[in-house]
Protein backbone atom coordinates (compact mmCIF):
# COMPACT_ATOMS: atom_id res chain seq x y z
CA UNK A 1 0.00 0.00 0.00
CA UNK A 2 2.67 2.40 -0.74
CA UNK A 3 0.38 4.58 -3.10
CA UNK A 4 -3.14 5.21 -2.55
CA UNK A 5 -5.66 7.87 -4.61
CA UNK A 6 -6.61 10.66 -2.98
CA UNK A 7 -10.42 10.46 -2.06
CA UNK A 8 -10.44 6.76 -1.45
CA UNK A 9 -10.21 6.86 1.95
CA UNK A 10 -12.45 8.78 4.54
CA UNK A 11 -11.87 9.18 8.36
CA UNK A 12 -14.30 6.76 11.16
CA UNK A 13 -17.60 8.34 12.59
CA UNK A 14 -16.40 6.79 15.49
CA UNK A 15 -12.77 6.66 16.12
CA UNK A 16 -11.25 8.99 13.29
CA UNK A 17 -9.00 5.92 11.87
CA UNK A 18 -8.47 6.25 8.07
CA UNK A 19 -10.13 3.69 6.33
CA UNK A 20 -11.00 2.95 2.34
CA UNK A 21 -14.11 4.75 1.44
CA UNK A 22 -15.86 1.78 0.62
CA UNK A 23 -15.37 0.08 3.93
CA UNK A 24 -18.77 -0.92 5.44
CA UNK A 25 -17.61 -1.44 8.89
CA UNK A 26 -14.54 0.39 10.35
CA UNK A 27 -11.70 -2.28 10.51
CA UNK A 28 -10.17 -0.32 13.82
CA UNK A 29 -13.43 -0.38 15.95
CA UNK A 30 -15.80 -2.32 13.89
CA UNK A 31 -18.29 1.04 13.71
CA UNK A 32 -20.67 1.06 11.19
CA UNK A 33 -19.53 3.54 8.14
CA UNK A 34 -22.29 3.26 5.96
CA UNK A 35 -26.46 2.24 5.29
CA UNK A 36 -26.74 2.74 9.50
CA UNK A 37 -28.04 5.87 9.63
CA UNK A 38 -28.02 7.05 6.15
CA UNK A 39 -31.26 7.27 3.79
CA UNK A 40 -31.80 4.84 0.85
CA UNK A 41 -31.26 6.31 -2.19
CA UNK A 42 -33.39 4.02 -4.32
CA UNK A 43 -35.74 4.28 -1.47
CA UNK A 44 -36.41 7.90 -1.57
CA UNK A 45 -36.17 7.38 -5.85
CA UNK A 46 -39.23 5.73 -5.30
CA UNK A 47 -40.92 8.00 -3.06
CA UNK A 48 -40.28 10.93 -5.12
CA UNK A 49 -41.60 8.60 -8.24
CA UNK A 50 -45.10 7.75 -6.36
CA UNK A 51 -45.36 10.42 -3.51
CA UNK A 52 -43.55 13.06 -4.43
CA UNK A 53 -46.30 15.89 -5.57
CA UNK A 54 -46.74 15.38 -2.06
CA UNK A 55 -42.88 16.20 -1.19
CA UNK A 56 -42.80 12.39 0.88
CA UNK A 57 -39.58 12.03 -0.28
CA UNK A 58 -38.53 15.19 1.61
CA UNK A 59 -39.87 13.97 4.41
CA UNK A 60 -38.11 11.16 4.07
CA UNK A 61 -34.98 12.51 4.02
CA UNK A 62 -35.40 14.74 6.88
CA UNK A 63 -36.24 18.25 4.99
CA UNK A 64 -39.28 19.85 6.76
CA UNK A 65 -40.08 21.95 3.47
CA UNK A 66 -41.16 19.10 1.87
CA UNK A 67 -44.08 20.82 3.79
CA UNK A 68 -44.39 23.18 0.49
CA UNK A 69 -44.54 20.38 -1.88
CA UNK A 70 -47.54 19.39 0.06
CA UNK A 71 -49.36 22.94 0.04
CA UNK A 72 -49.13 23.11 -3.60
CA UNK A 73 -49.69 20.00 -4.40
CA UNK A 74 -53.01 21.37 -6.20
CA UNK A 75 -50.79 22.95 -8.67
CA UNK A 76 -48.78 19.69 -9.96
CA UNK A 77 -45.91 21.58 -10.32
CA UNK A 78 -44.49 19.64 -7.01
CA UNK A 79 -45.50 16.35 -9.00
CA UNK A 80 -42.67 17.74 -12.05
CA UNK A 81 -40.52 19.08 -9.41
CA UNK A 82 -40.63 15.08 -7.99
CA UNK A 83 -40.38 13.19 -11.06
CA UNK A 84 -37.28 15.57 -11.78
CA UNK A 85 -35.84 15.08 -8.79
CA UNK A 86 -36.39 11.04 -8.44
CA UNK A 87 -34.12 11.02 -11.98
CA UNK A 88 -31.90 12.93 -10.49
CA UNK A 89 -31.79 10.71 -7.32
CA UNK A 90 -31.42 7.81 -9.36
CA UNK A 91 -28.37 9.40 -11.30
CA UNK A 92 -26.45 10.60 -7.98
CA UNK A 93 -23.75 8.17 -7.92
CA UNK A 94 -23.51 6.12 -4.23
CA UNK A 95 -20.52 8.68 -2.76
CA UNK A 96 -22.47 11.94 -3.66
CA UNK A 97 -25.28 10.61 -1.87
CA UNK A 98 -23.44 9.46 1.11
CA UNK A 99 -22.23 13.22 1.26
CA UNK A 100 -25.78 14.46 1.10
CA UNK A 101 -27.58 11.76 2.97
CA UNK A 102 -25.77 9.21 4.32
ZN1 LIG B 1 -13.31 3.32 13.88
Redesign the pocket.
Known amino acids: MATRAVGNFVH ?1 R ?2 G ?1 EIARSAVS ?1 P ?2 G ?1 RQRSGAGKSKIAAGFIALFLGGLGIHRFYLGQWWGLFYLLFCWTFIPAVIALVEAIVFFCTSDEAWEQKYG
Do not use: L
Open positions: CDCSCQCG
